[in-house]
């Protein structure tokens, strides 16, 4: 007789399937967890001033997910055996998977995490709905139905009344140097920011997110202003110094806590239970900033990534333009193109550099990977790395069509009416410097130089040396920040050897077209480099009183014996006249 149990059994392609999507989704609440526990360090860093390990987590987080999506790969594989690439047992996957993440928070990232791993599996190019969740179709604000949580403090009458609950709710072991010198500060600053704006109406009441922020050195308490009639952005930068806690900083304007949610910062620590509402709370704040950038910097930067290819397809959509070369120089080592009303550029990798560039290909990548896993310090670019991208061929303008096809043959290949992008990075548009530097004013052009001094300098500081100073590989933001974006010659501070330049020996000498001295593989000769910058007269006077000092080998030798020291050098994202503000009579 048949067991009638054997007969209720479901099919076999079936039952791998159900036993796939759980060991996937349970991949998932693995890796979320042990985000959320890294996380979770930040504040112990931060009351203990353990900056070396704040850095640490920060590497160790954003290599997580990499990490998980290889080691559930291998496991499916052994799991499913030869039906690993069964496309039929994945589309039950992908079935079984979708009904397992319903009501889930974030429900999004657990899509996100199957398609990386079904991409990885099958090679994936362009989309496949079938076997992954479609990026299009995932919007992770689409179904946010509650809100962050918050703490609200309503003014009854007195400023600094509510400051003083907001700054007393914030609970670190280290005591504040002076609480009400905190208080004051921060009370004057909200109240001189109004007066400015013309709001002489009371604001009613503060909405904190109720999670702290931390960023390497940093702890931030972030919320808003609310009045009858206004919102204001209210972002309140925390320092433990050697006296104790204090406010650091006061950020009211969208431009300041825009550069402190920058593109080119490193990613907050957080502990966000759900961070899609979070976003949406920051999206109050900061109606400019796009929602992919703003999962990022909350550390979510694979999610940022689907996101960002969400919002780059669905303005295809809604745009006649064609990708067209990017403005600027044209690039040795990438091609560089761009959709002129939207706020991106793709860069490919050439197949060839010409001379004077000796980098290899796969050198050039580490670089990228170096960046992203480095301290941005908001003077590096965010660069997104993606793979197997298709788009057709009659959205590229001609010359770029024929740029593509013979400087990037290895990297880009036609199939029918599209072009296959094997690898490619995404990084927010800027102005190149010497572009900028044409068009601006005298006070705006002085201002950019001054700027390009201290991008140079805060490098510095996070043990990168540039390689090549050249104005085109810089770009200024629409808030007139200089940000870094070329990584080929990239390299450590602590790798190079710094060195002033050798006198000629002879007058013979001093006419060679080449060194008359040993230069070797790491040497640089920091004196040289400001005779290659194109600046005005008057630009380059003000960057040499202000920053001259970059250009000298001593400067590079001291930062290196700090950092080899093991000291961590701030970059903050906020103005540095703040700091003495919010640190005076302490």
């Not at 900061?286 to 780059?312: C, D, H, M, N, W």
């Not at 800027?430 to 140079?456: F, K, V």
Request: charged letters at 25%; hydrophobic letters at 45%; proline letters at 5%.
């Amino acid at each position: 007789m048949t067991d009638p149990r054997a007969q209720q059994a479901p099919p076999f392609g079936t039952h791998i399937a159900r036993l796939a999507a759980r060991r996937i989704a349970g991949a998932f609440a693995d890796y979320n967890a042990e985000f959320r526990a890294v996380t979770r360090r930040a504040p112990a860093r931060f009351d203990s001033r353990d900056w070396k390990g704040s850095q640490r987590d920060a590497v160790e987080r954003m290599e997580l997910y990499d990490r998980f999506v290889a080691r559930t790969v291998a496991e499916l594989r052994e799991m499913l055996g030869p039906r690993a690439e069964d496309r039929p047992v994945w589309t039950r996957i992908r079935a079984d998977f979708a009904e397992r993440v319903v009501g889930l928070p974030d429900a999004e990232f657990t899509k996100t995490f199957f398609s990386s791993i079904s991409r990885q599996l099958f090679g994936t190019v362009g989309v496949d709905p079938d076997i992954e969740f479609v990026a299009t179709d995932l919007d992770p604000l689409a179904h946010v139905a509650s809100t962050v949580t918050t703490n609200t403090y309503v003014n009854h009458g007195s400023l600094a009344l509510l400051f003083e609950d907001v700054l007393g709710d914030v609970r670190f072991h280290t005591p504040w140097k002076d609480l009400d010198h905190s208080i004051r500060h921060v009370t004057g600053e909200v109240t001189a920011h109004l007066a400015a704006r013309g709001e002489h109406r009371a604001v009613q009441r503060v909405e904190v997110i109720r999670p702290v922020f931390y960023q390497i050195s940093r702890a931030y308490i972030v919320g808003r202003l609310i009045g009858r009639d206004f919102l204001v952005p209210l972002v309140i930068a925390l320092k433990n110094s050697d006296g104790g806690m204090l406010v650091d900083a006061v950020m009211l304007a969208q431009s300041d806590v825009s550069i402190v949610f920058s593109f080119s910062r490193s990613y907050f620590h957080a502990d966000l239970e759900h961070v899609a509402e979070a976003v949406v709370f920051l999206k109050s704040l900061l109606p400019r900033k796009p929602v992919s950038e703003l999962f990022t910097v909350l550390g979510r930067a694979r999610q940022g990534k689907t996101e960002r290819y969400r919002e780059i397809m669905r303005h295809l959509a809604d745009t006649p333009d064609r990708f067209v070369q990017a403005p600027g120089e044209r690039g040795l080592v990438m091609v560089c193109f761009t959709l002129p009303s939207f706020d991106v550029v793709f860069k490919v990798i050439r197949d060839r550099f010409p001379y004077p560039k000796s980098v290899l290909r796969e050198e050039v990548m580490e670089k990228y990977r170096l960046v992203f896993r480095h301290d941005r310090a908001g003077r590096l670019v965010d660069a997104q790395e993606f793979r197997r991208l298709r788009f057709p061929q009659a959205l590229f303008a001609p010359e770029l069509l024929a740029e593509l096809r013979a400087e990037a043959s290895l990297t880009v290949r036609e199939a029918g009416e599209h072009l296959i992008f094997d690898h490619m990075y995404i990084e927010r548009r800027m102005t190149p410097l010497n572009l900028y530097l044409r068009a601006a004013s005298p006070a705006a052009a002085e201002q950019a130089a001054l700027d390009y001094g201290q991008c140079i300098r805060d490098l510095a500081h996070t043990n990168i040396f540039p390689g090549d100073l050249l104005l085109k590989n810089f770009g200024v933001t629409r808030n007139g920040r200089v940000i870094f974006y070329d990584y080929d010659e990239l390299c450590l501070v602590t790798d190079c050897r710094f060195r002033e330049l050798p006198p000629p020996a002879t007058p013979e000498d001093e006419m060679r077209g080449e060194p008359w001295f040993y230069v070797g593989e790491h040497d640089v000769f920091p004196e040289t480099l400001v005779h290659f910058l194109a600046f005005e007269a008057a630009q380059r006077a003000a960057l040499l009183h202000t920053h001259g000092e970059v250009f000298t080998a001593r400067f590079w030798r001291q930062v290196q014996r700090r950092l080899l020291d093991g000291e961590v050098l701030e970059v903050l994202p906020y103005h540095p006249h703040r700091v003495r503000v919010a640190s005076a009579g302490l």
